[in-house]
């Protein structure tokens, strides 16, 4: 039977309070059922915006709307009309205050600091009016002929200042306050900050080519150009670029750095190819890969006593969807982290080279889907000397059966060995938890079927048509189990050749898990609570764990990062 799932464990509470854990899901349950109610979530952000000048907004509004944003982008990731329905309307009421006295400077900051954290992208037409600039200007205590280029100036010192030289924390920081500011002023700041002589912005200048805005790349290029020409960019940097120009979606900006790469040997400064990780690795883990596509990668960095873990997600077709460092309590509060991930009762490590070749697939992915990785995969690679990541030239399905199989021994396999393999499939559930959240939740798969069997046709043909989408999860799976050493590795592999060679769906059981379990999720009118559950880490875990690592509430903007719960209609995981 599908089951709600507890929420993730807030890696706060990893030693608090079950009163701790209900309350987070009761936020999430709310969260959620504001999402659905697009007229409220409208009240909820225009109060926010009109957070009054020289006012902090409230902390618990925007904890709401942040989560509610969360809930419904993962709704429209998840193809759920209502996450769609609800971003629109809200983006839409958010552009009619648009420089007006209902958006104020503070309030923008607020709605903007939302958006970054849910993992959206902000309104590109989210600007306050003239009036609140004024008035924001006159708290900021840099003189009355002070130009633009000094309130920066004085904003980077108070960043630098607040969050010290974390470049996680430091590029979290400004994530959340560049896309509140005009795109024209963002990438004149992007520039001044990429250019600065402080070593400590030369990553945040690296992490800013992979921003999803425009102006932010653009700027970033500009002042790494800018750098360069000073004399003042390092052969570290210039080994980080050489990296980075591979991730680049866009071949415009990639042709610009490859400009500036040229230029920089030219010039004499040669890529420092005596990386060396500035951290003991201690461990890798991974989660099963869920059915929403995400897998959570931890990996256990040691520097002294001090413990910190870098943690990844990916998620099919969209990438490298986050990845950054956070410092661990104590060496326990590691370990409980990694468990967290791997899933209870689970051992989940990986090797060295499954994370690579993970990471590779997964950027391929990203690019192919026109999405950037996380600019914080700039740390991780660096605090892992991952000096060789480069996307795969071929991230298909066949491709990774390929890497499952380089020898060609599945295609030796006669017809019966086939069939036992894939018969196998059916006892897949017992062995991987995971698997139970394997269903489709998509809105429409049954639109005008009304019958029992019109719905269960109507289901076959939804399922057909997200055949690569499972033969991709499944053989993601078989890669992972290979490095594990799993003897049911083989049959995920065969089974997902299966899939992309045009097995007919019923005649491959764990398209008939799938079909089952959707059919369940969606005539079960209510879900009971299960602790033998897997409590998935994927976005969730990542999410929180960011906010940990988030900079103070009051950000320096002027001197004064797998699974939610079941609902009562069950969804797939994050």
């Known amino acids: ?160 200042a607040t969050v010290g030289d974390d470049p996680s924390m430091l590029h979290q920081a400004f994530a959340e306050i560049l896309p509140g500011i005009p795109a024209a002023a963002r990438r004149s700041l992007c520039r001044l900050a990429a250019a600065n002589p402080d070593r400590r912005l030369e990553p945040l200048a690296c992490a800013w080519l992979l921003d999803p805005s425009e102006s932010v790349r653009s700027g970033a290029i500009d002042g790494l150009g800018d750098r360069l020409a000073a004399g003042i960019l390092s052969a570290q940097a210039l080994s980080r670029l050489v990296v980075l120009r591979t991730w680049i979606v866009h071949k415009s900006a990639r042709r610009r750095l490859d400009t500036l790469v040229r230029n920089a040997i030219r010039s004499g400064i040669s890529p420092d190819q005596t990386a060396v990780a500035p951290y003991r690795i201690v461990g890798y883990v991974s989660s099963p890969i869920d059915g929403a596509g995400a897998q959570s990668l931890g990996i256990a960095l040691q520097k002294g006593r001090a413990r910190s873990i870098a943690l990844i997600l990916l998620k099919q077709q969209f990438g490298i969807k986050d990845a950054y460092i956070a410092p661990c309590a104590s060496a326990a509060d590691q370990r409980s982290i990694l468990q967290q991930i791997a899933g209870p009762g689970q051992k989940g ?39 060789a990541l480069r996307p795969e030239h071929d991230a298909s399905i066949q491709a990774m059966l390929d890497r499952y199989d380089p020898e060609g021994d599945l295609a030796s396999l006669d017809a019966k060995e086939c069939e036992t393999l894939i018969a196998a499939s059916a006892d897949w559930a017992a062995l991987h938890p995971v698997i139970a959240s394997w269903f489709e939740d998509r809105d429409g798969m049954f639109d005008g079927a009304e019958s029992s069997e019109a719905q269960a046709q109507a289901l076959w043909k939804h399922i057909e048509t997200q055949r690569n989408f499972w033969a991709s999860i499944i053989a993601r799976m078989a890669l992972l189990l290979k490095d594990r050493q799993d003897p049911l590795a083989p049959s995920f592999a065969v089974t997902a050749r ?72 069950p969804r797939k995981p994050k």
């Open 498 to 569: 299966a899939l992309i060679h045009g097995r007919p769906l019923k005649e491959i059981p764990i398209m008939f898990t799938i079909f089952d379990q959707t059919f369940e999720a969606r005539l079960m009118g209510h879900s009971t609570m299960d602790d033998e559950m897997p409590e998935e880490a994927a976005e969730e875990l990542m999410a929180l764990m960011m906010n940990l690592m988030s900079p103070p509430k009051k950000t320096p903007k002027r001197s004064s990062r797998g699974t939610p719960p079941r609902k009562v209609t």
């Open 349 to 387: 490590d990986i090797s060295p080279e499954y994370l690579q070749a993970v990471l590779g697939i997964a950027l391929a992915d990203g690019l192919h889907n026109g999405a950037y990785p996380a600019p914080g995969l700039v740390d991780v690679v660096d605090a892992c000397a991952i000096t």
């Open 1 to 160: 039977m599908v089951k709600k799932k507890n929420p993730g464990t807030p890696p706060a509470a990893l030693a608090a309070s079950h009163s701790d854990r209900l309350f987070h899901e009761m936020k999430m349950e709310a969260a959620r059922a504001l999402a659905m109610d697009p007229q409220n979530v409208r009240a909820l952000a225009q109060a926010i915006a009109s957070t009054p000048a020289g006012s902090d907004p409230d902390d618990e509004l925007c904890d709401l709307l942040t989560m509610t944003l969360d809930q419904a982008r993962m709704a429209q990731e998840n193809g759920q009309r209502f996450g769609g329905e609800c971003l629109d309307a809200v983006s839409r009421h958010l552009a009619t205050l648009s420089g007006t006295p209902g958006l104020t400077f503070g309030g923008n900051i607020a709605i903007t600091r939302c958006y970054v954290r849910a993992g959206l992208p902000v309104p590109e037409d989210l600007t306050p009016d003239d009036q609140a600039l004024m008035e924001e200007a006159a708290t900021l205590s840099i003189g009355d002929d002070a130009h633009p280029e000094t309130a920066f100036a004085a904003l980077l010192h108070d960043a630098l």
